[in-house]
């Protein structure tokens, strides 16, 4: 089992800059990959980035340059770096943790990018 908590969403304006963290607790965390998925208000959950138990990482050709996963083993906590934003970066972020056949999510958090 891992339970999974994300934090760090809030308001930020066009063109600004928000990181947002998973933290994890339970399972042997290093062993999971991660990824960090958005739902933004009548859309379906998309994946956003995605980093391996080996640190391979991978992007959403719309957040491409722009945003930067990173997981800190010894701190069991995954960050996704969010720069020049958009209003259509405005979403529910959560962080998901799979392994073969488990897989587990956070409840999300808001992020709201807008004048």
């Known amino acids: 089992q891992v339970q999974l908590v994300e934090s760090g969403g809030g308001l930020v304006q066009p063109g600004g800059s928000l990181r947002v963290s998973c933290a994890a607790s339970?399972?042997?965390?290093?062993?999971?990959?991660i990824g960090w998925y958005r739902q933004a208000p009548g859309k379906q959950r998309e994946l956003v980035a995605g980093?391996?138990?080996?640190?391979?990482?991978n992007y959403a050709d719309s957040v491409k340059g722009r945003f930067i996963i990173s997981r800190d083993n010894a701190k069991n906590k995954v960050y996704l770096e969010m720069n020049s934003l958009k209003p259509e970066d405005t979403a529910v972020y959560y962080c998901?943790?799979?392994?073969?056949?488990?897989?587990?999510w956070g409840r999300g958090t808001q992020v709201t990018v807008s004048s």
């Open positions: 998901n943790a799979y392994r073969g056949s488990h897989t587990y």
């Open positions: 339970g399972s042997i965390f290093s062993v999971y990959d």
């Open positions: 980093i391996t138990s080996g640190g391979s990482t």
